[in-house]
């Protein structure tokens, strides 16, 4: 087979975290032929797609985890799966790309579906599941989310476009920052900013839950370092070994439909507590975590259930 991984720059994937990286050793394991496909690598064309890729193979080497081989040019008829793994923020060339793809023959494999990555904003689309989630508000009125701060004392602030938490903001009523960072978060009057109440359980840190097919793989306690509000790993976090619990598995079980029927085979939820937080669509990431704290390499048994 050969297997295109839309993703980063292979300059920005960081060996000892990325789960691209996993899923290309994976493949690579498999027998297949990997391919590196950069943002705008697409191409619709009157005979259908072709693509601008980059052979390549992994090296097992941290410091220099690719061999990069030759370009290719490759038509949609000698592609079989392409992995989309773009990081946010969802802007207009990632939206292109999936537009791009929309164009596809069945023939040809995508995890995830285009068509449901469109529609499932990673802070947004969980806002239909209001007994599932924290106390959520999402607005462009910085007058709503001053009189709900004043109301609640304290929000968690998010962009709706983010990822690893870039620009998420433990707000307090009495900061003598708040002006400055509602005007950071406000600074384009037609942009929505997230706000959630603040849960005690965040203070245990969040869970990130794995699914391959609306079902769970495992789960990663990711807690904040002493100087940081954020969970994130990207942001200084640290995992630890966690289990799923059988709220966690509600919270699965309403969302297992919803992601099958948009092609949405491969998501990471996150958890505080008894609430879901995030659903992510784009790249979810903990894989290496979770294989070093339960000592499994989840990669093959996952590859090998997208290949058929």
């Known amino acids: 087979m050969k297997i295109l991984f839309l993703m980063k720059p292979l300059a920005y994937v960081k060996p000892d975290k990325d789960t691209s990286l996993l899923l290309m050793q994976a493949s690579q394991r498999l027998g297949h ?10 191409s619709v064309t ?6 601008d890729g980059i052979l390549i193979a992994c090296t097992g ?6 061999d990069v081989r030759q370009r290719e040019r490759l038509h949609e008829n000698d592609v079989d799966v392409i992995f989309i793994r773009t990081d946010p923020p969802f802007d207009d060339a990632y939206l292109h790309d999936m537009w791009v793809l929309d164009r596809l023959s069945d ?10 990555i469109r529609t499932v904003n990673e802070k947004l689309w969980l806002t239909q599941f209001k007994d599932l989630i924290p106390k959520t508000w999402v607005t462009t009125s910085r007058d709503m989310l001053e009189a709900v701060l004043s109301e609640q004392g304290q929000l968690i602030l998010k962009p709706t476009n983010g990822f690893g938490g870039q620009s998420i903001f433990l707000l307090l009523q009495d900061d003598v920052n708040k002006h400055v960072i509602l005007d950071t978060m406000f600074a384009k009057n037609t942009v929505y900013v997230v706000a959630q109440e603040v849960l005690a359980d965040a203070a245990q840190g969040d869970k990130r839950i794995l699914l391959c097919d609306g079902e769970p793989i495992g789960a990663v306690l990711r807690v904040h370092s002493v100087d ?10 640290q995992a630890f ?5 059988g709220r966690d598995q509600d919270i699965i079980d309403v969302l ?5 029927s948009l092609g949405l085979r491969f998501v990471g939820i996150d958890v505080i507590g008894d609430y879901l937080i995030e659903v992510n669509v784009t790249s979810p990431t903990c894989l290496q975590e979770l294989n070093t704290l339960d000592g499994y390499a989840h ?7 997208f290949l058929t």
């Open 46 to 51: 009157p005979d259908g797609l072709v693509f």
């Open 33 to 42: 032929d990997i391919y590196f496909l950069p943002q705008g690598g697409a």
């Open 256 to 260: 297992k439909p919803q992601l099958l």
């Open 241 to 245: 070994a966690t289990e799923i619990t």
């Open 228 to 237: 940081d509000h954020r969970n994130n790993l990207d942001s200084g976090g």
């Open 107 to 116: 023939r040809v494999r995508c995890i995830n579906s285009p068509a449901g």
């Open 61 to 66: 080497n941290k410091e220099f985890p690719f």
């Open 299 to 305: 990669e093959d048994e996952l590859v090998s259930r």
